[in-house]
C-alpha cells in the first residue's frame, strides 16, 4: 500500500472514530436532557404525596397507591420528606395498630391522616399506636409522630392513645405526637379521642417554642387515667388551644386536660376562661 493510501485509509478511519464518538455524545446528550427534565416532575412528586393504608389487604412492598395500598402505618410514615407533604388514606373500618415509635424525628412538613372511603354504615378508621416497653430506658415509650415544625391534620379518624398495660411506667415524654423547642400545630376534625392512661402530647424537654391545637367537630374519652391522660402533660409554657363543638368527658375541664397557670398566662385561647 502507498503511502497515499496509508494516509487516506487512517483519515478514513479517524472520521469514522469521529463519527461514532459523536453519536455516543449525541446519545450522552439526549439521556442527559431526558434526566434533566425529570427532574422537576420528581421533585414535584416527593413535594406532595398520598399514599393508601389497607391493614387488611395491603401489602408493605406496594407502591402505596389505590390499587396497591401499603399494609401500615410505620411504612407509610418513612415516605415524608423533609417539608414536604405526605397524606395517609387509612382505610374506613380499619383499626390500625401498631405499638413503639412509628417514625423518626421529621424536622418539617405536612403530615395529613384521613378516611379512606365514605361509605354508609361504615366505622371511621382507628389509629392505635400502644407505648412499648424498652429495656434501656425502663419504661415504656413510643410515639406516632416526632415533628419539629409543621402541621399534622387528622380528618375523619379516630385515635386511640394507649400506654400498655404491662405494669411499667410511660415515659413522661412519649405522647401519642411529640414536639421539641418547635413550632408544631395540630388540626383535628371529626375525630373521637381516647386517652388510655397516656397524653395526645407527652411533657417535652426545654420546653416548646409553640404549640398550637385546633379541634373542630371533636370528642374525648378516658378510658384509664394514671395521672397521664391529658391532652397536653406538665410544662407552663406558652400554648394555643382553639376549640370548637368539642365534648370532654363528664365532670373534666379543660383545666383538668392542658397546663393552665392560675393567670392564664401560659395559654392562649378563644375560650371564656370559665370553660377552664
Not at 402505618?73 to 413503639?100: D, N, P, Y
Not at 405522647?175 to 383535628?188: D, R, V
Amino acid at each position: 500500500m502507498s503511502l497515499e493510501q496509508q494516509i487516506s485509509a487512517l483519515v478514513s478511519a479517524a472520521n469514522n472514530l469521529t463519527g461514532a464518538v459523536n453519536g455516543k455524545m449525541s446519545q450522552i446528550d439526549r439521556k442527559v436532557d431526558e434526566a434533566t427534565a425529570a427532574v422537576p416532575d420528581a421533585i414535584r412528586s416527593m413535594a406532595e404525596m398520598t399514599v393508601c393504608v389497607d391493614t387488611e389487604e395491603g401489602d408493605d412492598a406496594n407502591d402505596g397507591s389505590a390499587q396497591a395500598p401499603l399494609k401500615t402505618l410505620s411504612s407509610a410514615l418513612h415516605l415524608h420528606v423533609t417539608g414536604s407533604k405526605l397524606t395517609i388514606l387509612l382505610r374506613e373500618g380499619q383499626v390500625f395498630e401498631e405499638k413503639g415509635s412509628l417514625s423518626g424525628r421529621i424536622a418539617s412538613g405536612v403530615i395529613e391522616f384521613s378516611r379512606w372511603g365514605n361509605t354508609s354504615g361504615i366505622d371511621k378508621p382507628i389509629i392505635r399506636n400502644t407505648a412499648d416497653y424498652l429495656p434501656s430506658y425502663s419504661a415504656n415509650r413510643g410515639k406516632l409522630v416526632t415533628m419539629d415544625n409543621g402541621l399534622i391534620l387528622i380528618k375523619d379518624v379516630d385515635l386511640d392513645v394507649r400506654n400498655a398495660d404491662n405494669g411499667e411506667q410511660l415515659f413522661p415524654l412519649d405522647g401519642f405526637f411529640y414536639t421539641y423547642l418547635s413550632s408544631l400545630t395540630l388540626m383535628a376534625s371529626n375525630s373521637h379521642i381516647n386517652l388510655y392512661n397516656r397524653p395526645l402530647f407527652g411533657a417535652s424537654q426545654g420546653g416548646r417554642t409553640r404549640l398550637d391545637i385546633r379541634l373542630n367537630s371533636c370528642s374525648l374519652s378516658i378510658e384509664a387515667d394514671d395521672g397521664n391522660a391529658k391532652v397536653i402533660l406538665g410544662g407552663s409554657a406558652l400554648y394555643s388551644l382553639g376549640v370548637s363543638s368539642m365534648t370532654l368527658p363528664e365532670g373534666k375541664l379543660w383545666s383538668d386536660l392542658v397546663p393552665v397557670k392560675p393567670d392564664h398566662s401560659n395559654i392562649l385561647t378563644n375560650l371564656d376562661y370559665a370553660q377552664l
